[in-house]
Nanobody, 126 residues
Framework: QVQLVESGGGLVQAGGSLRLSCAAS????????MGWFRQAPGEEREFVAA??????????NYADSVKGRFTISRDNAKNTVYLQMNSLKPEDTAVYYC?????????????????WGQGTQVTVSS
């Protein structure tokens, strides 16, 4: 069983920054890809960013809507994955979820992730 605990959400003005953290426990963290997804009210959960596991060369992938503004990274020594969010926009407002993949390669598909955190709220005011 894998446990994921997100932190770092909050209220920020447009143009501001936040860093989300996700602490993982329960299996060999470094081996698996990790991802961030988000879900706004009334919307489907959507892919934000992902980073590969140790067999995936540390590759990253981003949704077009966040490219150039968000950066995903991981610290395998701390079993933690981060999402640095800069130049935030009101449309970034959502609950952000950390997810652990079944595989080491990055994926944008929800169904490749079999463990999820409880989510952290990010609200960007205009």
């Amino acid at each position: 069983q894998v446990q994921l605990v997100e932190s770092g959400g909050g209220l920020v003005q447009a143009g501001g920054s936040l860093r989300l953290s996700c602490a993982a426990s329960g299996r060999t963290f470094s081996s698996y890809a990790m991802g961030w997804f988000r879900q706004a009210p009334g919307e489907e959960r959507e892919f934000v960013a992902a980073i590969g596991g140790s067999g995936g060369g540390g590759r990253t992938n981003y949704a077009d809507s966040v490219k150039g503004r968000f950066t995903i990274s991981r610290d395998n020594a701390k079993n933690t994955v981060y999402l640095q969010m800069n130049s935030l926009k009101p449309e970034d407002t959502a609950v952000y979820y950390c997810a652990a993949s079944r595989y080491y390669l990055v994926s944008t598909r929800r169904y490749d992730y079999n463990y999820w955190g409880q989510g952290t709220q990010v609200t960007v005011s205009s």
